[in-house]
């Protein structure tokens, strides 16, 4: 089944192209793998520069072929897998925040703390516990 925009993109002449938008233009250029930038005019000169080479190439049937496959397969996903996916996640970090509350990071032994940050560690805790007691 063609469409008008397949007709549209199959075009030999930029003028049809004038009727798309800059979104349709570059979302059509990101399946060709083409260059994204530049102005509309850019974009609809280098989508038929690309029609003229296939052609040339004689693959501007398949490309049509791709093109519908590529745009009937993007089907968005069902309210149902979104949720299910989300409580998913739910679940996945209900299980992080638990392990994390439960098992606090190993410290490592004394020996190995710097007394240098040992005794800033031990200053600052003092300053907290006073600032919270008095």
Do not use: C, H, W
Not at 115 to 128: F, G, Q, W
């Amino acid at each position: 089944m063609t469409t008008n925009t397949d007709i549209i993109f199959d075009s030999l002449q930029s003028y049809p192209l004038q009727n798309l938008t800059i979104v349709q233009l570059k979302k059509e250029l990101r399946f060709r793998n083409l260059s994204l930038t530049g102005n509309k005019n850019d974009l609809m000169l280098r989508i038929v520069e690309d029609n003229n080479k296939r052609k040339n190439e004689g693959t501007l049937n398949e490309l049509n072929t791709l093109r519908m496959q590529y745009f009937n397969d993007e089907e968005p996903p069902s309210d149902r897998n979104l949720l299910m996916e989300i409580e998913s996640l739910r679940k996945q970090v209900e299980l992080l925040s638990n392990s994390a509350t439960q098992s606090p990071l190993p410290m490592p032994p004394p020996s190995q703390i710097d007394p240098n940050i040992a005794a800033i560690l031990s200053t600052l805790m003092e300053t907290y516990y006073f600032e919270e007691n008095y």
